[in-house]
């Protein structure tokens, strides 16, 4: 995986930094740091006329830091450090559309880039999108859940989707059952969620999955989204995840692929 990460020295950016090398850590792949300094934000600037090269000064400070982190935590993953100068949005869909990065990692800040970025954005801290449905999961599948959250510093939004496109009329009792069980089992995840220190909300829609989903994470600002991988158990939320990663051009949010789910 190559990641490009938006660098301003803020606790966000280091913390999307150190989260982006440990993806490249466990995918393998490449990382960008990028950093741009604005220098239009300094005319007319009323605090002095050093207040511009003071900020230059802590730009290449944090850059310092940057590399400082990598140096502790990236042994022998490839790190290339790219200072620039100009519009933000601008620069970083520049060397986006050169790099051709599979993520770029910014903090919270730069959300409008999701407008523009040909690629997936994860901002940190965001929001991370659990589908469910009413097939069960794994225990592994809450830790990786934890693990994305609290390394970004991300919330939850558990979304339950009814598959009522299934049920006739007459099939109403199996609808209201299948509803409880997804019910249920979204608030036996938000409880160990929760227990972990993860900020968690919930949702229910009815729906065809991959529709529900994907309009669930626009209205929502999703940053990421964990996907069932193909299960031993199947359910139309694994459906929806082969729709959703067939269709790319729907796709303008990062997927994770949570682990397998048991059969029972």
């Known amino acids: 995986m190559n990641i490009l990460v938006v660098y301003d020295g803020t606790v966000h950016a280091k913390k999307a930094l150190l989260y982006g090398l440990k993806?490249?850590?466990?995918?393998?792949?490449?990382?960008?740091?990028?950093?741009?300094f604005d220098p239009r934000l300094f005319i007319d600037y009323d605090a002095g006329p050093r207040a511009e090269e003071l900020a230059r000064m802590e730009a290449s400070q944090s850059l310092a830091e940057a590399?400082?982190?990598?140096?502790?935590?990236?042994?022998?993953?490839?790190?290339r450090f790219i200072s620039d100068e100009g519009d933000v949005d601008q620069k970083v869909l520049e060397y986006a559309e050169a790099e051709r990065p599979g993520l770029v990692l910014a903090s919270s800040r730069y959300r409008n880039l999701a407008k523009t970025l040909n690629c997936p954005l994860t901002l940190v801290p965001g929001t991370i999108l659990v589908p469910m449905d009413n097939?069960?999961?794994?225990?592994?599948s809450a830790d990786r859940i934890v693990d994305e959250a609290t390394s970004t510093g991300c919330k939850v939004l558990l979304l339950?989707?009814?598959?009522v496109h299934l049920?006739?009329?007459e099939e109403k009792k199996d609808l209201n059952r299948v509803k409880k069980e997804i019910t249920a089992a979204m608030k036996k995840l938000k409880k160990t969620l929760m227990e972990k220190g993860i900020t968690v909300s919930e949702i229910v829609r009815s729906g065809y999955p991959d529709e529900e989903i994907l309009k669930t994470a626009g209205e929502h600002a999703v940053s990421l989204i964990l996907l069932p991988s193909?299960?031993?158990?199947?359910s139309e939320l694994t459906k929806a995840t082969a729709i959703i990663l067939e269709e790319p051009e729907r796709l303008?949010?990062?997927v994770f692929l949570l682990p397998l789910a048991e059969a029972v």
Request: proline content about 6%; overall charge neutral.
């Open 252 to 254: 303008k949010w990062p």
């Open 135 to 140: 097939a069960g999961g794994s225990a592994a």
């Open 67 to 79: 590399r400082q982190i990598v140096s502790e935590h990236a042994a022998g993953i490839a790190v």
């Open 167 to 169: 049920y006739s009329k």
């Open 23 to 36: 993806k490249v850590q466990e995918a393998g792949g490449e990382m960008t740091v990028l950093q741009i």
């Open 230 to 234: 193909d299960s031993l158990v199947p």
């Open 160 to 163: 339950g989707v009814v598959p």
